[in-house]
Nanobody
């Protein structure tokens, strides 16, 4: 079992920056995908960013150049650095993790994972 606990959400003005954190505990695979997903009311869940255990990262086109995903393996902590935030970034953000199967990009695009955090709300006002 893997437990994921997110933090760092909040309410900010457009153009601001925010960093989300996700601490993982329990069993961690030697090779895995971890990532951030978001879901706004009335919209489908979107895979925002994913990172493989070797550090290879992928981000959605909608956040390219503004969001950066990183991982601190020593502390089992996943980060999402968000800058130039827009009102359309408003959503509940979820951390997710899964054993690496084929591609973390495919995993992110499918939006399916066996392990999820409880979510942290990000609200961006214009």
């Amino acid at each position: 079992q893997v437990q994921l606990v997110e933090s760092g959400g909040g309410s900010v003005q457009a153009g601001s920056s925010l960093t989300l954190s996700c601490v993982a505990s329990g069993y961690i695979w030697s090779r895995f995908c971890m990532g951030w997903f978001r879901q706004a009311p009335g919209k489908e869940r979107e895979g925002v960013a994913a990172i493989e255990s070797n550090g290879r990262a992928t981000v959605a086109d909608s956040v390219e150049g503004r969001f950066t995903i990183s991982i601190d393996r020593a502390n089992n902590t996943l980060y999402l650095q968000m800058s130039s935030l827009k009102s359309e970034d408003t959503a509940m953000y979820y951390c997710a993790a899964d054993r690496y199967i084929f591609s973390c990009t495919s995993w992110r695009n499918r939006g399916e994972s066996n392990y999820w955090g409880q979510g942290t709300q990000v609200t961006v006002s214009s």
